[in-house]
C-alpha cells in the first residue's frame, strides 16, 4: 500500500531553517508530484508548492525565495526546507504524492514544526 | 489573485443532508475537489474531478460544480462526518485551498 513517512517534529528558534523529509513507498516515486502543504494552528490547509521529478519545481508566491524543495528519486524521498522561520511558520507540515487528474492522492502522517525562542 | 470562498461552519442533526459550499469567480470552469480533515488526522480526498469519489469513500458523499459554485454534498450525515472540509482548485499551475468549513453534527 502507499505509504509516505515523514521525519520527526522539530522545535526551531526564530531565524533558523527547518529541513522535513518525506519517505515514499508502495507507488513509483517517479510517477506523480510531490505537493507540500500546511495547517497552523487555528488556520486553514497552506498550499506551499510542489515538485515534479528533480527540477520541475513550483512554489506558491508566498513563499517564494523562503522555500526549497529536492528529493532523492533512488531513496524515493522528498524533502522541504524552509529558510528565515518566523514564529508565524508554526504548523504541522504534510507531503501528498497527487497526481495531475486528482485521483492518486496519499498524505504523509505530518511534521509538527514548532519556533519558539 | 484567485480565491476561494467558505462559510466557516454549518451544522446538520445526524441522518439530515449536510450542503458545504464554495464559491469563486466562473468555478464551474475549472476542477474541484474536496478533503475533509478530523481532529489531528492528515486530510482525506472525498470528491475529486467535482464529482468523483475515490474508493473507499462511502456513497453518501457526492459534489457538483456548477456557475461560480462547487457543492459538497453529504446525505444521512454521521456523526464520524464531523470534521473541517476543504475544496481544492487549480489556478494554473498553483493550487488554491478554501477557508475550509467547520462541519458539526448534532
Known amino acids: 500500500q502507499v505509504q509516505l513517512v515523514q521525519s520527526g517534529a522539530e522545535v526551531q528558534k526564530p531565524g533558523a531553517s527547518v529541513k522535513v523529509s518525506c519517505k515514499a513507498s508502495?507507488?513509483?516515486?517517479?510517477?506523480?508530484?510531490m505537493h507540500w502543504v500546511r495547517r497552523a494552528p487555528g488556520q486553514g490547509l497552506e498550499w506551499m508548492g510542489w515538485?515534479?521529478?528533480?527540477?520541475?519545481?513550483r512554489y506558491s508566491q508566498k513563499f517564494q525565495g523562503r522555500v526549497a524543495f529536492t528529493s532523492d528519486t533512488s531513496a524515493s524521498t522528498a524533502f522541504m526546507e524552509l529558510r528565515s522561520l518566523g514564529s508565524q511558520d508554526t504548523a504541522v507540515y504534510y507531503c501528498?504524492?497527487?497526481?495531475?487528474?486528482?485521483?492518486?492522492?496519499?498524505w504523509g502522517q505530518g511534521t509538527l514544526v514548532s519556533v519558539s525562542s | 489573485s484567485y480565491e476561494l470562498t467558505q462559510s466557516p461552519s454549518v451544522s446538520v442533526s445526524p441522518g439530515q443532508t449536510a450542503t458545504i459550499t464554495c464559491s469563486a469567480d466562473k468555478l464551474g470552469d475549472k476542477k474541484v475537489c474536496w478533503y475533509q480533515q478530523k481532529t489531528g488526522q492528515s486530510p482525506v480526498l472525498v470528491i475529486y474531478q467535482d464529482g468523483n469519489r475515490p474508493s473507499g469513500i462511502p456513497e453518501r458523499f457526492s459534489g457538483s460544480n456548477s456557475g461560480n459554485t462547487a457543492t459538497l454534498t453529504i446525505r444521512g450525515t454521521q456523526a464520524l462526518d464531523e470534521a473541517d472540509y476543504y475544496c481544492?482548485?487549480?489556478?494554473?499551475?498553483?493550487?488554491?485551498f478554501g477557508g475550509g468549513t467547520k462541519l458539526t453534527v448534532l
Open positions: 508502495g507507488y513509483s516515486f517517479s510517477t506523480y508530484t
Open positions: 515538485i515534479y521529478g528533480n527540477d520541475n519545481i
Open positions: 501528498v504524492a497527487r497526481s495531475a487528474a486528482g485521483d492518486f492522492d496519499h
Open positions: 481544492q482548485a487549480w489556478d494554473g499551475s498553483s493550487v488554491i
